[in-house]
């Protein structure tokens, strides 16, 4: 599997989504963008939601945290989370070679899709990164 | 994640902002000055501060001198510590406080002599404080007419040199070898005949010096010692690392460990106080604390896991009452695990167990001995 980060969606708050129809289940798999885990730099701590959780959009649903900063996780959909990548905190180092991949936070089965509209595409995601960075 | 600050608002430059930004490093705002808070990462400038030798510009600190008749006296009665018997090349830490004892800043100070013999006082202050004790200073002034007072902060440009090679690389940097000097010691040399001030001092927990340079001098100098150390592994560094390397080595930092409402002794730092034979701005308050004993005690905390302690994070008695506050913590590069210094109630603080609500969730913590990390001596 290859996620391809020119065809996901895009918070404010530089977390990624990618919707996927699963058994008639809109399924949005949710991590941080590469310019995020970069600007981050030194990623020592993650902590991920419970299975099970009802998260609405734009709340909080975990953190990741830099040796300098604590930085919240926040969910750009609402929904039920429904499996979190456990092995992710462990191999934080990995995140920087392989965002979109290996490095998925939580998958949520999505029951409020309106929060999809308010999320960029790509090439309005990097206008933002380059206007910031 | 969070979003950028994007608000206008114009922050002082340092002599070497020019330099830092050419080099790539990622500048943040920090008392009124912008400045690096890494080029690389806060790790790698770490581990090449423990292993060979790194550079921090720290010209944002202030540079007080005091010329004249009086300085030492003035100085006297400002510092915890005494400086009437400081003798010339010495160098000495300790605090400004209030009369309640409340200290209003940390500092060094040194007593230098220059090529042509004349002598001064130097009063290195944290750079968020400067204004704040130039105030405290003026009235002080009137007492002693013939101090001569000048803010150097802005003609000149400091420069930490920290790390185990530092002072082996830079012996024939100038005129005067500053590994002939005892740690905190300083004095007045000069590199191409310009003049520097070497002081075998830092916030690093490791061996090397800081210089004091003509701000106009200042990039020819750092390059000149990164060009030294390029082949023992120098690196510049930022104010990232340097939180870290400090945190280690359980130095305090003002507005974290240290501000008005704690009295040296409660901060743990009797050393630089010397109460008896003489009178300064909060003495009596702060004899009153040491007979009486501090309230509340600065103590070092290991928490559990990897989850880091963050400032202003509640401790805990393991029986669940609140007992305290960290003050700074985060991971150790070093030690590879989170560290935390914490300001406790004096009667739990020789407890071995402890617990610290991070973000809403209780992990337990165990009580280390300050500093969680020492260099060894050679």
Redesign the interface.
């Known amino acids: 599997m290859s996620r391809d980060k020119s065809k996901l969606l895009y918070a404010?708050?530089?977390?990624w989504v990618d919707v996927a129809e699963e058994g008639g289940q809109k399924i949005a798999t949710i991590g941080?963008s590469g310019f995020?885990i970069e600007q981050?730099?030194?990623l020592?701590?993650m902590?991920l939601p419970e299975v099970g959780k009802t998260i609405d959009a734009g709340e909080e649903f975990g953190?990741?945290?830099?040796?300098?900063a604590?930085?919240?996780?926040?969910s750009p959909v609402g929904g039920e989370v429904i499996e979190v990548h456990a092995e992710l905190?462990d191999n934080l180092d990995q995140l920087n070679d392989d965002p979109y991949d290996f490095g998925w936070i939580v998958k949520l089965k999505i029951e409020d899709e309106s929060a999809l509209a308010n999320l960029m595409d790509f090439a309005a995601y990097e206008k933002q990164c380059a206007e910031?960075g | 994640m969070s979003q950028a600050d994007s608000s206008p608002q114009t922050y002082a430059q340092t002599p070497l902002g020019d330099w830092h930004r050419s080099a790539g490093a990622k500048m943040v705002p920090f008392a009124g000055y912008e400045m690096p808070i890494q080029y690389e990462s806060i790790v790698s400038e770490h581990h090449a501060c423990r292993n060979a030798a790194a550079l921090f510009d720290v010209s944002h600190m202030g540079r007080l001198r005091f010329d004249g008749d009086g300085s030492e006296a003035l100085l006297d009665r400002l510092l915890t510590r005494r400086v009437t018997d400081l003798p010339i090349g010495g160098v000495r830490y300790g605090m400004v406080c209030n009369q309640d004892g409340g200290i209003l800043d940390d500092v060094l100070v040194s007593h230098l002599k220059t090529p042509s013999e004349s002598r001064y006082h130097l009063l290195v202050v944290n750079a968020s404080n400067r204004a704040k004790i130039v105030e405290w200073i003026k009235p002080l002034l009137e007492d002693f007419p013939k101090v001569t007072f000048s803010d150097r902060t802005e003609l000149t440009a400091m420069i930490a040199v920290q790390g185990p090679l530092a002072m082996e690389t830079c012996k024939r940097l100038f005129s005067f070898d500053p590994s002939r000097l005892k740690y905190y010691q300083a004095r007045i040399t000069d590199q191409f005949s310009k003049p520097v001030i070497v002081s075998r001092t830092g916030y690093t927990g490791e061996g090397g010096f800081e210089l004091v340079v003509r701000a106009e001098e200042a990039t020819r100098v750092w390059e000149n010692v990164l060009l030294a150390g390029r082949e023992a592994g120098f690196v510049p560094a930022g104010l990232g690392a340097r939180d870290t390397l400090r945190m280690e080595a359980a130095m305090p930092l003002y507005g974290h460990e240290l501000d008005e409402t704690v009295d040296p002794i409660t901060a743990g730092l009797n050393f630089a106080c010397n109460l008896e034979d003489r009178d300064f701005i909060g003495r009596d308050a702060i004899a009153a604390v040491k007979s009486a004993g501090p309230r509340r005690v600065r103590i070092g905390l290991l928490p559990a896991g990897r989850r880091p302690a963050r400032e202003g994070c509640d401790v805990l008695s393991t029986d669940g009452q609140v007992i305290g506050k960290i003050t700074s913590g985060g991971p150790s590069p070093t030690l590879g695990y989170p560290i935390a210094m914490a300001m406790v109630d004096a009667e739990h603080a020789t407890a071995s167990e402890f617990e610290i609500d991070i973000r809403g969730k209780r992990s337990p913590a165990t009580r280390t001995k300050l500093p969680f990390y020492r260099r060894a001596q050679k």
């Open positions: 404010e708050t530089h977390e941080i995020a981050l730099n030194d020592v701590y902590e953190e990741v945290e830099s040796v300098k604590v930085s919240p996780l926040y905190p910031s």
